[in-house]
């Protein structure tokens, strides 16, 4: 018997978010490989993109702001996504990424790890 592994859905890792759309942006990110709903973003400091969070970078990635809400295919040019950003509770295992220098750094734009 073949066993198939569903993806992640878009915004599986949230608990609970603001009404409406205040947690929620539009943002361009950063060419490359594809990523899953969950994955923690960083911003690059030089170009406003998102891209993933990387503890050990030195371009503004080092720094936990957000988490992408949809899946996003590879890519050799900017994409539009959207990420939560602020006001959100989501859980720890849906998340990519995370570690307790993120965790704390989500803390502070008010996405609390449960």
């Known amino acids: 018997m073949t066993s198939k592994l569903e993806p992640m859905h878009a915004g599986e890792f949230l608990l609970s978010e603001g009404a409406g759309n205040i947690s929620r942006e539009a943002i361009n990110v950063a060419a490359g490989h594809a990523l899953e709903p969950g994955q923690i973003l960083g911003l690059v400091t030089a170009t406003s993109e998102f891209a993933p969070y990387s503890p050990t970078a030195e371009d503004g990635t080092e720094n936990a702001v957000a988490i992408l ?46």
């Open 69 to 114: 809400y949809g899946p996003l295919g590879e890519s050799d040019v900017v994409r539009r996504g959207r990420a939560v950003v602020r006001l959100a509770e989501v859980s720890e295992a849906h998340l990519t990424g995370l570690d307790p220098a993120a965790e704390k750094a989500l803390a502070a734009h008010f996405l609390i790890v449960r």
